[in-house]
């Protein structure tokens, strides 16, 4: 079973950048499309960007053109640079394969835009 463990959030101001960062053990990422998704006080947790075994992204409209996924297979990490943020980016953010697997969820890790 896989284990990922997401880290690199903060607190950051408006228009500022972040660089998530996502640690598998346990498995081998790179046999996997991987996502990440975040999930807001509140709300559920939504698809933020994806990328395919091939190295093709997709992004939710939310971010498109602000956050790009990117994955290193030989160290098993799967990143998110998050560049231009915004108060509605804040939210705990995940890593997991995509779609998703419901079994191997970790803590996440918390951004906060905000002044």
């Known amino acids: 079973q896989m284990q990922l463990v997401e880290s690199g959030g903060g607190l950051v101001q408006p228009g500022g950048s972040l660089r998530l960062s996502c640690a598998a053990s346990?498995?081998?990422?790179?046999?996997?499309?991987m996502g990440w998704y975040r999930q807001a006080s509140g709300n559920q947790r939504d698809f933020v960007a994806g990328?395919?075994?091939?190295?093709?992204?997709d992004y939710a409209d939310s971010v498109k053109g602000r956050f790009t996924i990117s994955r290193d297979n030989a160290k098993n990490t799967i990143h998110l640079q998050m560049d231009n943020l915004k108060p509605e980016d804040t939210a705990v953010y995940y890593c997991?394969?995509?779609?998703?697997?419901?079994?191997?969820w970790g803590q996440g890790t918390q951004v906060i835009v905000s002044s």
């Open positions: 997991n394969t995509w779609p998703s697997s419901a079994t191997i």
């Open positions: 346990g498995g081998d990422s790179s046999r996997w499309a």
């Open positions: 990328i395919t075994r091939q190295g093709r992204t």
